[in-house]
């Protein structure tokens, strides 16, 4: 089975990520595919080019981040602009690799932050939404990423709220306590599903 993983920004989807990995899970992390995807050469790259301009072109060819990123998450109009380029490659990657790992697990964990903004429940048969509260996720965006507190806000706001994907998932991995905590709610989750199939 294909579970997707999510959460909002810095509220732990890569650290639960880790424990699903710990336990034999293979883990395809959409973020890691979404750096893939723009690399020098690609045509969602000369799309990007061509849409934003070589302002966001590092010397080396490579895309820069830091700087499209202070566009995107600044601007929404700039941020569909973007999510068209890049939303339909990334899917098409993750379904087929995702598949490729069904066949050999029987649990694939699919890492999508804007799983349920983008509605991508096709990919998957279940979610799983890793929690925080927003207060928490603020102060560990700010610290992670050394945001002040309207840059850590301008991308949390991004997305949909934290409180609203914890209601819509089947499953709630609350990381509010210690790593140790969250990795033993991982360890539960996956003998409940294992259990189901
Ligand atoms: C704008 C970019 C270049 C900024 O790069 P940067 O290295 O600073 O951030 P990174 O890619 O590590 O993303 C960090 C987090 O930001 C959030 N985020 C990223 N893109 C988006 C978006 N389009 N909308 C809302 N949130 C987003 C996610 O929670 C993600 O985990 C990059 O995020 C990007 O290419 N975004 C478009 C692709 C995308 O939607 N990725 C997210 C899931 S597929
Ligand atoms: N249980 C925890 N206790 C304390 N800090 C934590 C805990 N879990 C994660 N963190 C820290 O919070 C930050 C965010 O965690 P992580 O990178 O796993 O989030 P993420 O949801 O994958 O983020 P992104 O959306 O940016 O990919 C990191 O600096 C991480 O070390």
Redesign the pocket.
Known sequence: MKLGLT???????????GFFREEGCPVIDA?IIAREVVQPGTPALNEIKAAFGSSVIAADGTLDREKLGSVVFSDPAKREQLNAIVHPVIRRAMKQQADEAEAEHEIVVL?I?LLFENELFYLVDKTAV?YVPEKTQLE??M??NGYSEQEARSRMESQLSIEEKKKRADFVIA?????Q??ARQVSELIEMLLQKQ
């Open positions: 959460g909002s920004i810095a509220t732990g989807k890569s650290t639960a990520a973020d890492d932050p890793v560990r965006l610290k992670r990381n509010c306590g210690s790593e905590e969250t």
